[in-house]
């Protein structure tokens, strides 16, 4: 995702329901792998914990998440752009039992008051038994 901004304080997302729009609770959805207490099991999963990291304002997520060869050296999050609902477009592999896949999606953002939104192809894969952000699919 090429716009970076932060969103809810700990208190709202511990509260709420996820970022990422499962419908669950932050605490027992993207809140474990964040905390890094569990770990995405599908390439999805990982993207849907990406997208509620941005909401959050979590970058050491968005960092840990990201594979090493094309992860930034830091991550500032923009504090005027609130990520606000995503959708997942359609995804290919990237399962239980898969080594690669990817995400299609569009996030939801308001900056300045404005609604925006972001489309992209991400590519996933597994380095060191979890999955990782690769980079987006050049359209």
Do not use: Q
Request: hydrophobic share 35%; with cysteine; charged share 25%.
């Amino acid at each position: 995702m090429a716009k970076r901004g932060a969103g809810r304080g700990a208190a709202e997302r511990a509260s709420g329901g996820c970022p990422c729009g499962s419908g669950l609770p932050y605490a027992d959805c993207c809140g474990p792998i964040h905390r890094g207490t569990a770990t995405a099991a599908t390439a999805e999963a990982l993207m849907r914990s990406r997208f509620s990291a941005f909401a959050v304002g979590d970058a050491d997520h968005l960092l840990r998440s990201w594979h090493p060869s094309t992860r930034p050296a830091r991550l500032r999050l923009d504090p005027g752009l609130r990520w606000t609902r995503l959708e997942i477009l359609g995804s290919d592999r990237g399962g239980l039992f898969d080594t690669a896949g990817t995400v299609r999606f569009r996030a939801h953002y308001r900056e300045a008051g404005r609604p925006g939104t972001l489309e992209e192809h991400s590519r996933f894969v597994r380095e060191g038994g979890g999955w990782v952000y690769l980079d987006a699919v050049p359209e």
